[in-house]
């Protein structure tokens, strides 16, 4: 079974700032993909990036990017020039590679709450 | 908007009492999913369908039942609520398997009392 982990259960930046969210995760696979989701307070679920275990390019979305260690299974969230809009609950997810049913599940982590302060 | 509803939107209940809970797609996509979430916890799967009458069970399981008789609903019932089952529940919707990114609905906030 694969597990995430999120060590940082509250972070929190000034506003402008750079701000990065810690996720490892542990599995025997070799192909998966990783998420991150958003949810504020509006409690909505929001994807902000995914990555392709078999790519080695970090997956960017304009202020948002990640840092994939596969080696290290790490894969951190990096979050540039913060804003007000910003402030949510983070969660790392992981999901199998494969076409047998079952692949298509989420594993979650715990989550990061995310404060940005103005 | 993924298009995906889901009612009631909150629910405050009695324990030893039914619930069910319904997720309704307009995206006509194969995969749903039931998600439960509590603090400390993320979100945890509860059951999936991977099509019509096709349905799985994820690391939540006990206590809940689910049906899928058309492609766009998929109801979750808690057959005889548990003030454990207290919690914010999910549904997500997928169009089919690997990087599709899932997508969720604005959650259910179920009280048993």
């Known amino acids: 079974a694969q597990t995430v982990t999120q060590s940082q259960p509250e972070m929190s930046v000034q506003e402008a700032e750079t701000v990065t969210l810690s996720c490892t995760y542990d599995?025997?696979?070799?192909?998966?993909?990783l998420f991150w989701y958003k949810q504020p307070p509006s409690r909505q679920m929001i994807l902000v990036i995914r990555?392709?275990?078999?790519?080695?390019q970090n997956a960017t979305e304009n202020r948002f990017s990640v840092n994939f260690q596969k080696a290290a299974k790490s894969f951190s969230l990096k979050i540039s020039d913060s804003q007000l809009g910003d402030t949510a609950m983070y969660f790392c997810?992981?999901?199998?590679?494969?076409?047998?049913?079952?692949?298509?599940?989420?594993?979650f982590g715990t989550g990061t709450r995310l404060t940005i302060i103005p | 908007d993924a298009g995906i509803t889901q009612s009631p939107r909150h629910k405050v209940t009695e324990t030893g009492t039914p619930v069910t809970l319904r997720c309704h797609q307009t995206?006509?996509?194969?995969?749903m999913y039931w998600y439960r979430q509590d603090p400390g916890h993320g979100l945890r799967l509860i059951h999936y369908?991977?099509?019509?009458?096709?349905?799985d069970k994820g690391e939540v399981s006990d206590g809940y039942s689910v049906s899928r008789s058309k492609t766009e609903d998929f109801l979750l019932t808690l057959e005889s609520a548990t003030s454990s089952q207290t919690s914010v529940y999910f549904c997500?919707?997928?169009?089919?398997?690997?990087?599709?990114?899932?997508?969720f609905g604005d959650g259910t906030r179920l009280s048993i009392l």
């Open positions: 997500a919707i997928s169009p089919g398997q690997g990087p599709q990114a899932q997508h």
């Open positions: 599995t025997s696979e070799n192909n998966y993909y």
């Open positions: 990555q392709e275990a078999y790519k080695q």
């Open positions: 997810a992981f999901m199998k590679h494969g076409t047998n049913f079952g692949n298509e599940k989420l594993t």
């Open positions: 995206e006509n996509h194969r995969y």
């Open positions: 369908s991977y099509g019509v009458k096709d349905t």
